[in-house]
C-alpha cells in the first residue's frame, strides 16, 4: 500500500476550525502524484509525453476531524480501471495519528492528452505503474473511454 505521512497546515483549515475539504482534494492529488514520481513518473516525464491526469469527479467522506498539525497518514490505492488504463478510479483515506479513519477520498479520472484535450488510452509503461497500485476491496473494472 503506498502512504506517506503528511501535516494538516495553517492553510488546510475552514472557518470550523478542522482540516478543509479542498485540502482533502489537495492532499488527495499530491499523494497520487508522489506516487506516480516515485515510479518513473514526474511531472517531467508528464510533460515529455504530453499526457496528463485528469479529475473528473471526486467523493469525499468525513469519519473525524482533523486539526491544526494534527499528523495524517494518507494512502492511495486503485478502486477501478479500464482495460487500457484509459479510466481510473483512486482511493486515498486519511488516517489520524491514533489510526482512525479520518475521511476517505475516491477521484474518478483519466489521461488527458495535453494536445488534442481529449481523454487517451495510459502509454503502457505508465499502465504498468498503475496496475502496480493495491487494489481495494471493491475494485471495479472500468469500461474504457477509447470509442
Same mark, same amino acid.
Request: glycine share 6%; no cysteine.
Given at each position: 500500500?503506498?502512504?506517506?505521512?503528511?501535516?494538516?497546515?495553517?492553510?488546510?483549515?475552514?472557518?470550523?476550525?478542522?482540516?478543509?475539504? $479542498?485540502?482533502? #482534494?489537495?492532499?488527495? *492529488?499530491?499523494?497520487?502524484?508522489?506516487?506516480?514520481?516515485? !515510479?518513473? %513518473?514526474?511531472? &517531467?516525464?508528464?510533460?515529455?509525453?504530453?499526457?496528463?491526469?485528469?479529475?473528473?469527479?471526486?467523493?469525499?467522506?468525513?469519519?473525524?476531524?482533523?486539526?491544526?498539525?494534527?499528523?495524517?497518514?494518507? $494512502?492511495?490505492? #486503485?478502486?477501478?480501471? *479500464?482495460?487500457?488504463?484509459?479510466?481510473?478510479?483512486?482511493? !486515498?483515506? %486519511?488516517?489520524? &495519528?491514533?489510526?482512525?479513519?479520518?475521511?476517505?477520498?475516491?477521484?474518478?479520472?483519466?489521461?488527458?492528452?495535453?494536445?488534442?484535450?481529449?481523454?487517451?488510452?495510459?502509454?503502457?509503461?505508465?499502465?504498468?505503474?498503475?496496475?502496480?497500485?493495491?487494489?481495494?476491496?471493491?475494485?471495479?473494472?472500468?469500461?474504457?473511454?477509447?470509442?
Amino acid at each position: 500500500m503506498f502512504a506517506r505521512n503528511l501535516v494538516a497546515s495553517w492553510g488546510d483549515m475552514d472557518f470550523n476550525a478542522h482540516m478543509a475539504d $479542498t485540502a482533502y #482534494l489537495d492532499k488527495s *492529488a499530491d499523494l497520487r502524484m508522489m506516487f506516480f514520481a516515485e !515510479n518513473g %513518473f514526474p511531472m &517531467s516525464e508528464f510533460v515529455r509525453l504530453r499526457v496528463g491526469p485528469v479529475v473528473q469527479k471526486d467523493e469525499i467522506e468525513y469519519q473525524r476531524e482533523v486539526n491544526l498539525l494534527d499528523t495524517l497518514r494518507g $494512502t492511495l490505492a #486503485l478502486a477501478g480501471l *479500464a482495460p487500457d488504463g484509459s479510466r481510473w478510479l483512486m482511493r !486515498n483515506e %486519511f488516517f489520524r &495519528s491514533d489510526d482512525k479513519l479520518a475521511a476517505r477520498v475516491t477521484s474518478a479520472g483519466g489521461w488527458l492528452d495535453l494536445a488534442a484535450r481529449r481523454l487517451v488510452a495510459a502509454p503502457s509503461a505508465l499502465l504498468v505503474v498503475l496496475t502496480s497500485l493495491t487494489r481495494t476491496a471493491d475494485f471495479a473494472a472500468l469500461p474504457s473511454s477509447m470509442k
